[in-house]
């Protein structure tokens, strides 16, 4: 074993100590697969010294056998978490572990591996692939092929709008094919220890080979709420796209948000402010939502329920959870 292997080891034993002692641990067999292993470096992911980083800085580790007991009654949906992610506490983690279908909050990591390898200035132009999603119910930013569009924009068009077309597109251009572009994604929440999901494509309409956790949900979005620009991408409630048609021609769109907190359709608990999340919903993902806010403490809260019955149940449950926030 390496020097640099040595120091990433006893760094992960160290915080899984600390997890344990103040009820956020480390899963052992995550630590087991990623942690303590080059793969990711092999693949051009996290470096053991980025990785080490990140574990240091007061990531919430949790093994199954301290998440809450009992399970709080008024929590209906299938998995549920929040996180004091300014100290590194957990305020509640129900079955984060079990493997359950993201739908549309799947755009996270896309939206992560568009930051990390897209340049933000290119044009996009949007292919027939894209541009022809026959999926019924399929939320679409209404693109056509042909259509070329800046990066940066089109980003912000996805995140607000959760258009599957955007997503197709944004992979297309990034990695060449979808498929391409789902490697980068599992490899990238592999390189921040999020070893329990698989991706197979960039937007969440369901495949069976398509799943994640709520906790592997946490790891990626802690990432991405480092980035300023990933807080400006969902820290709006609408959005007008511009862009150049495949005609030639100059369009605009404008988009609501699907976050109902930032619409005004949800109001979130006396004290709480709402910075963004992501949402997602198919037939076999149920209601499901991760959210940044800031607690009437003033510090910052990652919250994530998974598999609510319906809209409105998940924002109730959504809002339950919220409550908790400075305690």
């Given at each position: 074993?390496n020097?640099?292997r040595l120091?990433?080891y006893?760094?992960a034993?160290?915080?899984?100590s600390?997890?344990l002692?103040?009820g956020c641990?480390?899963?052992?067999n995550a630590?087991?697969?990623?942690?303590?292993?080059?793969?990711a470096?092999?693949?051009g992911?996290?470096?053991?010294?980025s990785?080490?980083?990140?574990?240091?800085?007061d990531?919430?580790?949790?093994?199954k056998?301290?998440?809450?007991?009992?399970?709080?009654?008024a929590?209906?949906?299938?998995a549920?978490?929040?996180?004091?992610?300014?100290?590194?506490?957990?305020?509640?983690?129900?079955?984060?572990?079990q493997?359950?279908?993201p739908?549309?909050?799947?755009?996270?990591?896309t939206?992560?591996v568009?930051?990390?390898y897209?340049?933000?200035?290119d044009?996009?132009?949007?292919?027939?692939n894209?541009?022809?999603i026959?999926?019924?119910?399929?939320t679409?930013?209404?693109?056509q092929?042909?259509?070329?569009?800046?990066?940066?924009?089109?980003?912000?068009a996805?995140?607000?709008?959760?258009g599957?077309d955007?997503?197709?597109?944004?992979?297309?251009?990034?990695?060449g094919?979808?498929k391409?572009?789902?490697k980068?994604?599992?490899?990238?929440m592999?390189?921040?220890?999020?070893v329990?999901?698989?991706?197979?494509?960039?937007?969440g309409?369901?495949?069976d080979?398509?799943y994640?956790?709520?906790?592997d949900l946490?790891?990626?979005f802690?990432?991405?709420?480092?980035?300023?620009?990933?807080?400006?991408?969902?820290d709006q409630?609408h959005?007008t796209?511009?862009?150049?048609g495949?005609?030639?021609?100059?369009k605009?769109?404008?988009?609501l948000s699907?976050?109902?907190?930032?619409?005004?359709r949800?109001?979130?608990?006396?004290?709480?402010?709402?910075?963004?999340?992501?949402?997602?919903?198919?037939?076999?993902?149920?209601?499901c939502?991760?959210?940044y806010s800031v607690g009437?403490d003033?510090k910052?809260?990652?919250?994530?329920?998974l598999?609510?019955?319906?809209?409105?149940d998940?924002?109730?449950?959504m809002?339950?959870l919220?409550?908790?926030?400075?305690?």
């Amino acid at each position: 074993m390496n020097m640099k292997r040595l120091t990433v080891y006893a760094c992960a034993i160290f915080l899984l100590s600390l997890g344990l002692l103040s009820g956020c641990g480390k899963e052992k067999n995550a630590l087991m697969d990623v942690r303590l292993t080059s793969n990711a470096d092999r693949e051009g992911g996290m470096s053991q010294s980025s990785t080490a980083e990140y574990l240091s800085r007061d990531l919430c580790v949790i093994p199954k056998n301290k998440q809450t007991k009992p399970k709080d009654k008024a929590m209906t949906a299938k998995a549920s978490m929040i996180i004091n992610d300014t100290d590194g506490k957990m305020l509640y983690a129900n079955n984060i572990y079990q493997k359950l279908y993201p739908a549309s909050i799947t755009k996270i990591v896309t939206t992560y591996v568009a930051l990390k390898y897209g340049k933000m200035d290119d044009v996009v132009t949007v292919s027939y692939n894209a541009s022809h999603i026959t999926e019924y119910g399929a939320t679409l930013c209404g693109l056509q092929q042909g259509d070329q569009i800046v990066l940066w924009d089109l980003l912000n068009a996805f995140m607000v709008h959760s258009g599957n077309d955007a997503g197709i597109a944004i992979a297309e251009h990034i990695a060449g094919s979808e498929k391409k572009f789902t490697k980068l994604m599992n490899k990238e929440m592999a390189a921040v220890g999020a070893v329990h999901s698989h991706f197979a494509n960039s937007h969440g309409l369901h495949s069976d080979n398509h799943y994640t956790t709520a906790y592997d949900l946490y790891l990626i979005f802690r990432r991405l709420i480092q980035n300023d620009s990933f807080i400006q991408l969902i820290d709006q409630g609408h959005y007008t796209l511009k862009f150049q048609g495949g005609n030639g021609k100059k369009k605009k769109i404008s988009y609501l948000s699907t976050d109902r907190y930032l619409i005004g359709r949800a109001i979130a608990p006396k004290g709480v402010h709402v910075i963004g999340g992501k949402t997602g919903t198919t037939f076999n993902a149920g209601s499901c939502l991760i959210l940044y806010s800031v607690g009437p403490d003033q510090k910052k809260y990652i919250s994530v329920v998974l598999k609510a019955d319906g809209g409105d149940d998940l924002y109730r449950q959504m809002n339950h959870l919220m409550s908790m926030e400075g305690r």
